[in-house]
Each structure stands twice: as structure tokens, then as C-alpha cells.
């Protein structure tokens, strides 16, 4: 294990956050479950991790889910930002993954075309 | 599945359903027994003795959205298809292990895969849990303990975006330094 990277890790992270102490975080959910996973989650998650880590974007948190029931759709991606309504991108690929959150994680600006269900009003 | 690395990202979140909180990941390459072991071991809840003989029974699942649980009976499958087998052991209240055998060099046997990547994904996204990870090729050995990570990266969490990569690398790097297999080498293909 190479801890001198870790510790680089560590410092720039610790700038950031100290940037962003009391920003409110948005949450980003991949389903993982067996389908999911054979649809291509893993590296849709991969790519979201890595593109928030180009962005410095410390203050999303990305979790992981079990299957929704939407197996056909899946990989399901769901974007929950602080006082919006959640809105669920399907068969998200790593190509899709790295617009969502430029444009909707990091941007605020929904993506239509890849919406597979949007929260109601 | 087209990886062994997605099976295993698979048959961890069964162990993170059953509320594990340490999770260890061993493989091993046994090159003179042409034999690959993966198993993977939980303090997870555990599965009833009662539901036990049938975990690999696709009808059978703990969950509720749909009444198919493909997990272990894919794992089963793709053992069974290289000479290989399945086990499950289980004690409620104490966790879960499971063990699959595959004929390393068996010309069914799904490439390895990206295991750097399916740690990095199940490390990120679940930075409570310890995970243990040992890769053995005869007398070589790589590990990665989240724990140690854990510790040289506080305050910063094992979620932050920037984890997944150290780790995918960190085994990448491991992996290829002990000659860890990829694809199967066969010998004779037939045409």
C-alpha cells in the first residue's frame, strides 16, 4: 500500500472540506443489485466516483442500493440534491454517468433525455 | 455475469444485506492443482438452518421487489460449468461463508475481471465496513485491509470520490506484480 499517496489524499481532501464546511450534500444512489451489476453498474459508479474526484466534489455522497424492480432499466442512477425532487436516469452508462453529474449533480440541470422517472411535483 | 470480480461485488452484497460489518475477500490461485478458490466470508447475520440447503435455489430470495434471487445460483452455475462446485456455510447470529472451486484453466472460466474496481466500488460505498482482500498465487500474496487505510486517511473518510481509484490501483499494481491470472490459458483451442 502506497500510504504516501493516501496521505496526499488526505491533504487535498481537507482543503476542500474545509471550503465547504455546512454545504449541504446531494446523494447520487447506483442500484447494485445482481442485475444491476450485470447491466454495468460497477463501472457507471466507477466513473462517477472518478469524475467527482476530478471536480473536487467531496461534499456528494455516493451510496450503492439493491434492485428496485426495474431490472430491464437498470443501471439506475438516482440524483437527490438538497431540496429538489429525486430523478432516476436508466440504463446510465459511464459515458452518461460522467454528464450526469457535471450537468445535474454539480450543475443543477436535469439531463431529460436520460430520465427514466422523475418524483412528482 | 462476464467477470469473477462481478460475481464477487455480487455475493458481498448479500453479506452487506445480512448487516456484516467486516467482510473478507480471499482468492487463490493454485497453479499446480490447476484450481482457483474464491471465498468470501461475513459476521453478517447468517441464513436460517431451515433455508440453507436451498440459498442457491433461484426462487429463493430474502427480497421483496421481485421473486427471483439469481446471486449465488449464477455463482453456482459458473463454478459448476469448470469442474468446479459451490459451498455455503452459515451460522445464524455469527455470518456466512462462501466458497467456490473452479478448474483454473478450464476453458469456460470467466477472465478475472476488474477486482480493483469492485473493491474500490464496495470500499467507497460502504466506508463502515472493514473489508479484507488476499489474492495468493502460489507463493506470492497481495492484501489490502480498509483498516489501515482507514487510519492513515483520517479525518477523511474511506467515501470520498478520490478512494476508489487509490484501491483499483493499489490492486491493479499488487495483482500484476504476483502474476495474479486473468484468462484462462488453454492449451489446445478447438476449432
Do not use: W
Amino acid at each position: 500500500m502506497k500510504v504516501e499517496e493516501l496521505r496526499k489524499i488526505r491533504e487535498k481532501v481537507q482543503k476542500e472540506m474545509d471550503l465547504r464546511a455546512g454545504e449541504k450534500a446531494t446523494k447520487v444512489v447506483v442500484g447494485m443489485g445482481t442485475c444491476g451489476i450485470a447491466a454495468g453498474a460497477r463501472p457507471v459508479m466507477a466513473a462517477i466516483n472518478d469524475e467527482l474526484a476530478q471536480k473536487n466534489a467531496n461534499n456528494v455522497t455516493v451510496v450503492q442500493s439493491g434492485c428496485a424492480g426495474f431490472c430491464e432499466q437498470e443501471p439506475l442512477v438516482d440524483i437527490l440534491r438538497p431540496g429538489e425532487k429525486k430523478v432516476t436516469y436508466g440504463k446510465v452508462n459511464p459515458e452518461k454517468a460522467r454528464r450526469i453529474v457535471a450537468e445535474h449533480v454539480l450543475g443543477g440541470r436535469v439531463l431529460k433525455e436520460y430520465v427514466f422517472a422523475q418524483e412528482k411535483e | 455475469m462476464q467477470e469473477l470480480a462481478l460475481h464477487i461485488l455480487d455475493i458481498v452484497q448479500n453479506s452487506l444485506a445480512a448487516g456484516a460489518t467486516r467482510v473478507e475477500i480471499r482468492i487463490q490461485e493454485n497453479l499446480k492443482q490447476d484450481l482457483l478458490v474464491i471465498e468470501v466470508q461475513d459476521n453478517g447475520k447468517g441464513i436460517p438452518p431451515m433455508i440453507l440447503p436451498q440459498v442457491t435455489d433461484p426462487f429463493l430470495t430474502s427480497r421483496t421487489t421481485r421473486p427471483v434471487g439469481l446471486g449465488l445460483s449464477l455463482l453456482k452455475a459458473a463454478a459448476e460449468r469448470c469442474r468446479g462446485s459451490l459451498e455455503v456455510h452459515s451460522t445464524e447470529g455469527r455470518g456466512t461463508t462462501v466458497i467456490a472451486r473452479f478448474q483454473l484453466n478450464h476453458f469456460d472460466r470467466a477472465p478475472m475481471g476488474d477486482m480493483g474496481e469492485t473493491m474500490g466500488v464496495l470500499v467507497t460505498s460502504n466506508p463502515g465496513v472493514d473489508f479484507y482482500y488476499e489474492h495468493r498465487v502460489d507463493g506470492g500474496k497481495y492484501t489490502l485491509a480498509t483498516k489501515e487505510i482507514r487510519k492513515v486517511l483520517a479525518p477523511v473518510g474511506l467515501d470520498d470520490p478520490a478512494v476508489l481509484q487509490f484501491v483499483r490501483q493499489d490492486i491493479q499494481g499488487g495483482l500484476k506484480k504476483i502474476g495474479a491470472a486473468t484468462f484462462p490459458k488453454i492449451k489446445e483451442v478447438l476449432r
